[in-house]
């Protein structure tokens, strides 16, 4: 994060009874500057490439970076969309998260 120019802060909630954890980067910029937006585009994007070696992918998707991962990842894509489409099959839920229509 520090490369990027954002301060090192994470949040880290234990869930499972502390078997698991999520942990979530804490992002501040400011958004009326475009390069902040460029910045955390670029962060997701290199801290996406690590993570995918180690087994990770992100829960809550960027379509414009974790599209790519998710494709890669082939099982994982297709059982999200086969849920999506189990729950929501008329695509009208919350249209472009999960990068889904």
């Known amino acids: 994060m520090e490369k990027y120019g954002f301060p090192p802060v994470i949040w880290i909630a234990s ?5 698991q954890a999520i ?4 992002v501040c910029f400011d958004s009326t500057q ?4 460029e910045k955390v585009q670029a962060l997701n994007q290199e801290t996406t490439e690590y993570n995918l070696k180690h087994g990770w ?7 414009f970076i974790h599209i790519q991962a998710f494709y ?8 999200l969309r086969a ?10 839920m919350h249209p472009g ?4 229509p």
């Open 15 to 19: 869930i499972e009874r502390c078997r």
């Open 23 to 26: 942990c979530m980067p804490i």
């Open 34 to 37: 475009e390069e902040g937006f």
């Open 57 to 63: 992918l992100n829960y809550r998707p960027d379509p």
């Open 72 to 79: 890669q990842s082939g099982m994982y894509w297709k059982y």
């Open 83 to 92: 849920i999506k489409k189990l729950l929501d099959p008329n695509m009208v």
């Open 97 to 100: 998260r999960l990068a889904l």
